[in-house]
């Protein structure tokens, strides 16, 4: 089956809507969802996501052609847009299906700096570091780096238990 245009935006909307759902499951947060387009300056897929008190823009993808540069591009555009210091971008792997057991096994790419403070213990994860690391990058901090969504869902939730089931066991 060929993709028209239809088709694809309907594909994109129900991954952004299937990254949206995993990401509220699995940081506790019914406030992500799928944003809503919002005029001429997009502002990301996703609304809702934090780290840090942070707002963390994502843009998804679900496309044939992966083309990170051009994503991670659009992606820290759109965090302009939003104020957002941090952004990512979602994209679907071919061959995995969306469904509540495999989305976690999907892609985040996004800057080596970037990955890199997600990564930092809570303490040292601030604005004014990152704001600091990214005037010190050095050129290979610049790169795209890749991560599965789930590892994406853990560094966002500070490296916790993902997901309210796995919370309430530990009661």
């Known amino acids: 089956m ?9 594909a994109g909307a129900t991954f952004e809507k299937a990254v949206a759902d995993y990401l509220a499951w699995a940081l506790d947060d019914a406030r992500i969802e799928r944003r809503h387009l919002s005029g001429t300056k997009d502002r990301g897929d996703i609304t809702g996501v934090m780290f840090s008190q942070e707002h963390v823009v994502l843009e998804c993808k679900n496309v044939v052609q992966p083309r990170l540069n051009q994503w991670l591009r659009e992606a820290e555009e759109e965090a302009g847009n939003d104020d957002a ?3 990512a971008v979602v994209y679907k792997v071919r061959g995995v299906g969306i469904t509540p057991d495999r989305i976690g096994e ?26 600091m690391h990214r005037t010190l990058l050095h050129p ?13 869902a853990h560094l966002l939730n500070h490296r916790q238990p993902l997901g309210p089931e796995e919370k309430e066991t530990s009661n």
């Open 140 to 152: 290979h901090e610049d790169r795209p780096c890749t991560i599965s969504l789930h590892y994406f």
């Open 2 to 10: 060929t993709r028209n245009r239809q088709s694809a935006k309907k």
């Open 85 to 87: 210091p941090l952004w």
């Open 106 to 131: 999907h892609h985040v790419v996004m800057r080596a700096y970037l990955l890199e403070y997600l990564s930092c213990p809570t303490s040292l994860a601030t604005h004014s570091a990152l704001e």
